[in-house]
Structures are given as structure tokens and as C-alpha cells.
């Protein structure tokens, strides 16, 4: 997960939730309201804040989870053998309810031409209430660091909850654009977003996208690069699939003369390539 400049999370620690309810709120996502005590430990952060998601691998009765916080979590987990060890992947915070002791987590469902999917997707359509997974908090990634007139997002859809949460921490007064990708029109959504900032919806399946082979992240690099932006200095934030990121950082740089430090990006994934 390439990362941006962070903002770490307060008092962060291994937690162990489990699943409240699941629902599919759109073709290619399903919902997962996680609950439990251990969510008062969890300070929300807003914006994009995100953690790392323990999941049990097939054939686990209980999960075996690090227990140090800091850095080292990761050479703990590695000392696992693999066969006990946790899925990890990282997620973002859809929305959180602390009163509650609830949080939402979005998840991309797609199943292969097999029919199998990956852990995260698998776990995600086959949750049942109860089930019970880790999650380490790890803060936040949007993050300006300057002034700045205007702002700029852009997304696949495995970057919505990020978008959701930035949108919803912008000022009501804000001005800017968010380029948002999205596999079918069905699969838009509905959250707060100020009135002077554009929420466009890049549909992967309409037609114009066909030469992007369906791979996400093509068509709203390319929407990215047609698109007319505001005059003004920006803050720009684009997450998603790697090449995504990294593209669209290097057009705003390299095509648009955008000041290297006032483009945040986040790649959270890489297509053809699977997590372990």
C-alpha cells in the first residue's frame, strides 16, 4: 500500500469486533457493520482513516493476532507460521459511531470466472453475525499541509469511503472537484458533499471506456486528463489502484505544473497482482 503523508492514530491497538450485519448496498459492494466492545478503544479520525483487517484464514477456528501496535506488528506477524496466520489487508473507515460501538466497512465484491474471490470479497459475502476479526488502527493519509484555494479527488471505487469521509470533513464554504470511478451507475452513492465542490461520476461500463479493457482506474485517469480545473492553488489526493495514484500524480506534476508536495497519493492495491 503506497502511502501518503500520514497523520498516526491515537492510541492504536489490536482489536478484536465482530460482524453486526452485512447488506449489499450496491452491485459491486457489500456493506459490513462491525461492533463490539473493543470499538471504545477506537478513536475516530474522519477523512480517510484506515486500518489493517485481520481475517481468518479457511480452516481457522480462532484467530491469532499480533499484539504489538507500533511498527513491529508486521515482523511479529511474519514469525507466524502461515498456516495460523490472519488475511490482512487494509480498509477504510466508511463511517464510524462510536456511541454505538459500531463501524462500517465498504467492501469491492467480484467474484472470477471460477467463482472464487479473494479473502476480502469472500469474507465480505459470507459474514454472518458473530464472526469475529482483528483490526489495528493506522490514522489518517488525507492531510494538507498548505494553503490552498481548491480542492481535488480522485478515486476508484475501492477509494469511496475515503472520498466520503474528505468529503464530509471539507468546510461547508469549500470549492473543488472529486473524480469519482465506479463499475456500473448503479453502483454511485449518495453522501454530504459542499456545495461548491463537483462530485462526477466516471462509470467504467458506459460506453467511451472500452479501450480502458475494463481495468479500473483507466477511465478516471483519463476523465483526470480531459478534465478543465479550477483556477487556484490545489490539494490534490488521488487513491486506488496503483498505477491510478501514481498516474494521476504524475499528470497533475509533470502536465498540469502542480507542486510535487501539494499531491497526496495512496495506492491501495495493484491489478493482476493478488495480496497474499
Known amino acids: 500500500m503506497g502511502r501518503a503523508r500520514a497523520t498516526k492514530p491515537v492510541d492504536p491497538q489490536v482489536l478484536i469486533v465482530e460482524v453486526v450485519r452485512t447488506a449489499r448496498i450496491s452491485p459491486s459492494i457489500v456493506r459490513v457493520t462491525l461492533g463490539g466492545d473493543g470499538l471504545g478503544q477506537l478513536t475516530a479520525l474522519g477523512r480517510d482513516q484506515w486500518f489493517r483487517l485481520f481475517l481468518p484464514r479457511e480452516g481457522q477456528d480462532s484467530l491469532r493476532l499480533p499484539t504489538r501496535t507500533s511498527a513491529l506488528w508486521y515482523a511479529q506477524y511474519l514469525t507466524t507460521p502461515k498456516a495460523q496466520r490472519p488475511h490482512v489487508r487494509a480498509y477504510t473507515v466508511r463511517a464510524a459511531r462510536p456511541e454505538e460501538r459500531e463501524l462500517d466497512v465498504d467492501f469491492v465484491v467480484h467474484v472470477d470466472a471460477d467463482g472464487t474471490s479473494g479473502p476480502a470479497a469472500t469474507f465480505a459475502l459470507t459474514a454472518a453475525p458473530g464472526d469475529q476479526v482483528g483490526i489495528l488502527d493506522q490514522g489518517i493519509s488525507y492531510y494538507p499541509e498548505h494553503e490552498h484555494d481548491w480542492t ?5 471505487e475501492t477509494g469511496l469511503p475515503a472520498v466520503a469521509g474528505i468529503c464530509a470533513s471539507l468546510p461547508e464554504d469549500a470549492r473543488g472537484l472529486v473524480l469519482a470511478e465506479i463499475p456500473t ?3 454511485a452513492q449518495e453522501f454530504p458533499v459542499p456545495p461548491g465542490v463537483e462530485l462526477r461520476w466516471v462509470v467504467r461500463d458506459e460506453a467511451g471506456h472500452q479501450a ?6 483507466r477511465a478516471v485517469l483519463a476523465a483526470l486528463h480531459a478534465a478543465e480545473l479550477p483556477a487556484g492553488t490545489v490539494y490534490a489526493y488521488t487513491c486506488g489502484e ?3 495514484a501514481t498516474g494521476a500524480r504524475r499528470h497533475l506534476v509533470t502536465e498540469r505544473g502542480v507542486p510535487k508536495n501539494h499531491v497526496d497519493f495512496v495506492g491501495y492495491w495493484r491489478h493482476g497482482h493478488a495480496a497474499a
Open 152 to 156: 481535488l479527488v480522485v478515486a476508484d
Open 185 to 187: 451507475a448503479a453502483d
Open 212 to 217: 480502458d479493457d475494463g481495468v479500473p482506474g
Open 242 to 244: 496503483s498505477a491510478l
